[in-house]
């Protein structure tokens, strides 16, 4: 399983600030 | 110079937790291969609902793991691509080119630049710069410098 972990910044100019990471299951290919 | 293209989905088709229209995902399928064969495209992935997903919030020291679904949330990412172009301009032209992933209503497409290690340069040394840079570069699938 793979995961795309995004830092959420607080402030739309400052993205030093990470307050939250949302953490979303990717979709898979079906195995070849 | 790399941009982050974020594809939104509405609360609504996150609750619904459906794959994609199979219509759809031939439509996306071709403007993908577009991408590729034009040497934009980077990486891409679908994200699975936020059902399957979790958020962690800091707070100074401490944490709190809030699990999916993200039902207070206003926008939801469905889907993201890095595209390597020459500017802005150029990512959004291509960001227009794509299908509408809500056929029958609006949707939303942010476009970022990311961050590229020079970019650093003000805060960090060369020596650092360099040290991030190759271990970046043993990531399996670090899309700088390609």
């Known amino acids: 399983m793979r995961f795309l972990c995004i830092s ?4 739309a100019e400052d993205v030093t600030s990470i307050p939250e990471i949302e953490i979303h299951q990717l979709y898979e290919q079906p195995a070849k | ?71 207070e949330a206003k926008e939801i990412i469905a889907g993201f691509s890095i595209l390597q172009v020459k500017s802005l301009e150029e990512a959004i032209e291509w960001v227009k080119r794509a299908p509408n992933c809500n056929p029958d209503g609006d949707s939303e497409v942010e476009v970022r630049q990311v961050f590229e290690m020079e970019d650093f340069a003000p805060v960090l040394t060369e020596e650092q710069i360099q040290h991030k840079v190759a271990k970046r570069a043993q990531l399996p699938n670090q899309t700088a410098n390609k």
């Open chain 2, 1 to 71: 110079m790399r941009f982050m293209v974020i594809v939104k989905a509405t609360p609504e088709q996150d609750k619904q937790a459906a794959l994609p229209d199979p219509e759809l995902l031939l439509e996306m399928g071709k403007y993908n291969e577009e991408l590729g064969k034009a040497g934009v495209l980077l990486a891409l992935d679908g994200l699975q609902p936020t059902s399957k997903g979790a958020r962690v919030r800091f707070s100074g020291g401490s944490h709190t793991v809030i699990d999916g679904p993200f039902t």
């Open chain 1, 8 to 11: 959420r910044g607080a402030k």
